[in-house]
């Protein structure tokens, strides 16, 4: 572990800047609101920022990304094709634990099984990131129920803990593969102490015991209904009650680290040229499941919204992911018109178990 002040760590921003694009948490000027954007300069970059409003998926898995460039020659019928992947080093600082563990839940499942996405790897491979733990939960959080935070245990290159005094922040600074140790090292940044280590731990822990009780009380609850949703175990009133509150929107689903949906559309750009264009999308969109000849296996909204949930909560989910698939960053939560985000929906469940 490693000594960090606030310069130090700008200055490793600023010396990343010449290798990698790199993304960091920033407030927009006008809003004030935070997002997690390409950082042009490293006094932009700011430490203890709340939760960004949208996840870093953004960076491997964008809103529309141009994947692949075709010409048709229709005389010869044949295709030339020019792929579009952006193989650029990307360096992540200030990523928070439940966004990282979101980006793991991606990783497994476009990257970790049979078929692997080439576009994602392609964007993903070349990665550095710089985790922040979160010294006190933000409003909504509870990755204390969903154990991806507020710190993080694995997938970093150097994970950071603010144990400054309040007045100035001081970084305890963990490596977490030879990339993140050489950077401490270049850096000429000091080995910490017993003291300082134990003071992360500390701060950790005050974080945790900060998080309100409906949270951490919600531990519980939602092993119980990872439990029925895997079953099946719900009954239907539960799904069409979520279902008749559900305003289809589908910004749960955008801005969930962990959701993955996405469709293709091919788009003429020229004379006999396309691109083929990647667009994230919903499973809560009826258009989302239609088929040819308009049949439709989730018309009704219960029916997607039930989806949803199990894609987040089951079992079956779980082994793809090897966690479950919500980080309770509280996204939904914020976006929701219809105030069915992750908790509520547990609190439904749970209702139903203790009836
Ligand atoms: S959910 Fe946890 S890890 Fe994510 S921002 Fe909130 S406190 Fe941090
Ligand atoms: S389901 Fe909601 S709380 Fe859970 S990871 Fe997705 S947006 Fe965050
Ligand atoms: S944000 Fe709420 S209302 Fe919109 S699709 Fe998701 S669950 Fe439905």
Same mark, same amino acid.
């Given at each position: 572990?490693?000594?960090?002040?606030?310069?130090?760590?700008?200055?490793?921003?600023?010396?990343?800047?010449?290798?990698?694009?790199?993304?960091?948490?920033?407030?927009?000027? =006008?809003?004030?609101?935070?997002?997690?954007?390409?950082?042009?300069?490293?006094?932009?970059?700011?430490?203890?920022?709340?939760?960004?409003?949208?996840?870093?998926?953004?960076?491997?898995?964008?809103?529309?990304?141009?994947?692949?460039?075709?010409?048709?020659?229709?005389?010869?019928?044949?295709? %030339?094709?020019?792929?579009?992947?952006?193989?650029?080093?990307?360096?992540?600082?200030?990523?928070?634990?439940?966004?990282?563990?979101?980006?793991?839940?991606?990783?497994?499942?476009?990257?970790?099984?049979?078929?692997?996405?080439?576009?994602?790897?392609?964007?993903?491979?070349?990665?550095?990131?710089?985790?922040? %733990?979160?010294?006190?939960?933000?409003?909504?959080?509870?990755?204390?129920?969903?154990?991806?935070?507020?710190?993080?245990?694995?997938?970093?290159?150097?994970?950071?803990?603010?144990?400054?005094?309040?007045?100035?922040?001081?970084?305890?600074?963990?490596?977490?593969?030879?990339? =993140?140790?050489?950077?401490?090292?270049?850096? =000429?940044?000091?080995?910490?102490?017993?003291?300082?280590?134990?003071?992360?731990?500390?701060?950790?822990?005050?974080?945790?015991?900060?998080?309100?009780?409906?949270?951490?009380?919600?531990?519980?609850?939602?092993?119980?209904?990872?439990?029925?949703? %895997?079953?099946?175990?719900?009954?239907?009133?539960?799904?069409?009650?979520?279902?008749?509150?559900?305003?289809?929107?589908?910004?749960?689903?955008?801005?969930?680290?962990?959701?993955?949906?996405?469709?293709?559309?091919?788009?003429?750009?020229?004379?006999?040229?396309?691109?083929?264009?990647?667009?994230?999308?919903?499973?809560?969109?009826?258009?989302?499941?239609?088929?040819?000849?308009?049949?439709?296996?989730?018309?009704?909204?219960?029916?997607?919204?039930?989806?949803?949930?199990?894609?987040?909560?089951?079992?079956?989910?779980?082994?793809?992911?090897?966690?479950?698939?919500?980080?309770?960053?509280?996204?939904?939560?914020?976006?929701?018109?219809?105030?069915?985000?992750?908790?509520?929906?547990?609190?439904?469940?749970?209702?139903?178990?203790?009836?």
């Amino acid at each position: 572990m490693f000594l960090a002040s606030s310069t130090d760590l700008r200055r490793l921003v600023a010396q990343l800047q010449h290798t990698h694009d790199v993304w960091a948490p920033q407030p927009d000027p =006008g809003s004030g609101q935070v997002f997690f954007d390409r950082l042009a300069d490293a006094e932009r970059w700011s430490p203890g920022a709340p939760l960004p409003a949208m996840p870093p998926k953004e960076v491997f898995l964008p809103q529309m990304d141009c994947i692949l460039r075709y010409r048709y020659d229709r005389q010869r019928q044949e295709a %030339t094709l020019w792929p579009s992947v952006d193989e650029r080093p990307k360096a992540l600082v200030g990523i928070r634990p439940c966004d990282l563990a979101g980006l793991q839940c991606l990783d497994r499942f476009l990257i970790g099984q049979d078929f692997v996405d080439e576009v994602y790897l392609a964007h993903r491979r070349k990665t550095l990131i710089v985790v922040e %733990t979160c010294t006190e939960p933000f409003p909504h959080c509870f990755c204390v129920c969903t154990d991806s935070g507020p710190a993080a245990r694995e997938g970093y290159d150097l994970s950071i803990t603010d144990i400054g005094d309040g007045n100035e922040p001081l970084y305890l600074a963990e490596a977490g593969s030879d990339e =993140g140790r050489a950077l401490a090292e270049a850096g =000429g940044w000091p080995v910490a102490g017993r003291r300082e280590v134990e003071r992360g731990r500390e701060v950790v822990d005050r974080s945790i015991a900060r998080f309100p009780d409906l949270a951490k009380k919600n531990k519980a609850w939602i092993s119980r209904t990872m439990n029925r949703v %895997t079953t099946g175990f719900i009954k239907p009133g539960t799904w069409e009650y979520v279902g008749r509150q559900c305003f289809e929107c589908g910004g749960c689903s955008f801005v969930c680290p962990t959701c993955s949906c996405f469709t293709i559309e091919d788009v003429a750009c020229g004379a006999d040229v396309w691109e083929r264009l990647r667009t994230r999308d919903s499973c809560s969109l009826e258009g989302y499941t239609r088929m040819a000849g308009d049949h439709n296996p989730r018309k009704p909204v219960e029916d997607r919204r039930n989806k949803r949930f199990f894609c987040k909560l089951s079992y079956a989910q779980s082994k793809k992911y090897l966690r479950p698939g919500c980080v309770g960053c509280g996204r939904c939560v914020w976006v929701c018109p219809g105030d069915i985000g992750m908790p509520n929906v547990v609190r439904y469940i749970h209702r139903e178990v203790a009836d």
